[in-house]
């Protein structure tokens, strides 16, 4: 189905959609030099431009010779406004912008990216005048205004995910969380792969109370496998994997816990401590608690994980240095225990030592990177 655009334009739109901006930008400089009154070609050059660091200031320059063509031309204001932002001269783009619904009433984009930095000039311009600061009143107005043409631009546009995204950005900052689910809702409506909104659902999901570890993970990982690039989503799930590896302290400390029971290390009133040796066979006994821990508590509970999530642990563990911490810990407590367990003590104050040794300094870890992020 034809565009009506020139074959030229048309490709260049397809190379932009790709990515390939200095190709776009070469083509379009092509047909810029056998029809340099294309407005279309300008504009297109424009936004070429502002996808590429460094290039703000060539992309301005585009779009005066667009509007020097055609002056009322809404896409050419629009990318103007863009060239203006991104250049540091972000409280020019107002007038541009109201230009732009100005011209054309209905032009919901406008609306909305006017919603989006209207409050943000308004901020700048108010600590310009009053020494670097904005009150939180003066705040508070700003946004309302903003989230009126975000409003206006929903109503024009309600199937566009961008105006949502504004009110959303809005909600957020005003702190009204009702008006920021509701946001998050309809982009999920309109775009459920949208990488934000679904963290941020996830994330919200992952910390209601109750939600345990493992939950939390497979969570992430549902949501990772519909958007695989969003880093907040590989974050949340490194951090619930992490919640996972530390839990295997504690079937360490626990083992740590049983041995000392076992050497009744600790004398107390009315009670008679038990005689050492403990004898070959006990000792051997206490393995199968240790191994019935370890198995229900870490393996069985590590098969039953969804594989992107036993495979995220294997690599966080590779990655990060506090899920080796972790591990390490484990290891040097159920090294205690099994010390402890299986040689043939004949008295207590070695016993005492080790025990410590393996309980206290795991124990104070605990407490110390209860919110480490791994």
């Known amino acids: ?13 397809a190379l932009y959609a790709l990515g390939r901006y200095d190709e776009a930008k070469t083509l379009l400089a092509q047909r810029l030099a056998e029809a340099p009154e294309d407005v279309r070609a300008w504009v297109r050059l424009a936004r070429c431009h502002l996808r590429v660091e460094g290039e703000a200031d060539r992309a301005l320059e585009a779009t005066d010779r667009a509007l020097a063509l055609a002056p009322h031309d809404t896409d050419a204001l629009m990318q103007r406004a863009f060239a203006l932002q991104a250049t540091g001269r972000l409280v020019d783009t107002e007038e541009i912008l109201r230009e732009v619904i100005r011209l054309d009433p209905d032009n919901w984009a406008g609306y909305a ?9 308004r901020a700048l311009r108010f600590g310009q005048a009053n020494g670097g600061e904005v ?3 003066a705040m508070v107005s700003f946004l309302r205004e903003s989230d009126e043409l975000a409003r206006e631009a929903v109503r024009l546009a309600p199937e566009e995910v961008f105006p949502y995204e504004v009110r959303w950005s809005i909600a957020s900052l005003s702190g009204d969380r009702a008006v920021a689910a509701e946001m998050d809702e309809a982009i999920l409506r309109l775009d459920p792969n949208h990488p934000q909104a679904l963290a941020r659902r996830t994330r919200e999901a992952a ?3 109750g939600v345990k570890a493992a939950e939390s993970a497979t969570l992430y990982a549902d949501a990772l496998a519909v958007t695989p690039d969003s880093a907040q989503l590989r974050q949340g799930l490194d951090d619930a994997s992490y919640r996972l590896l530390r839990g295997v302290r504690w079937l360490a400390l626990l083992c740590v816990a ?5 050497l009744d290390l600790f004398a107390t009133d009315g009670h008679a401590q038990r005689d050492l040796p403990v004898p070959v066979g006990q000792r051997l006994w206490t393995l199968a608690p240790f191994a019935a821990l370890w198995a229900v508590g870490a393996l069985l509970r590590f098969r ?3 594989k992107g999530v036993q495979y995220n642990i294997r690599s966080l563990i590779r990655r990060r240095r506090w899920p080796r911490i972790v591990l390490g810990q484990a290891a040097w407590a159920m090294l205690c ?5 299986q040689l043939p003590w004949t008295d207590r104050t070695v016993p005492q030592i080790v025990f410590w ?3 206290a300094p795991t124990a104070a870890t605990i407490w110390f990177d209860r919110h480490k992020k791994g």
């Open 1 to 13: 189905m034809s565009t009506g655009l020139p074959p030229a334009l048309e490709r260049a739109d």
């Open 113 to 121: 990216q006017l919603g989006s930095w209207l409050y943000r000039i």
């Open 135 to 137: 009150t939180r009143e």
């Open 207 to 209: 910390a209601a109370p």
């Open 258 to 262: 049983l041995a000392g029971v076992m």
């Open 304 to 306: 039953r994980l969804r």
């Open 337 to 341: 225990a099994l010390l402890l367990t």
């Open 357 to 359: 040794a393996g309980l």
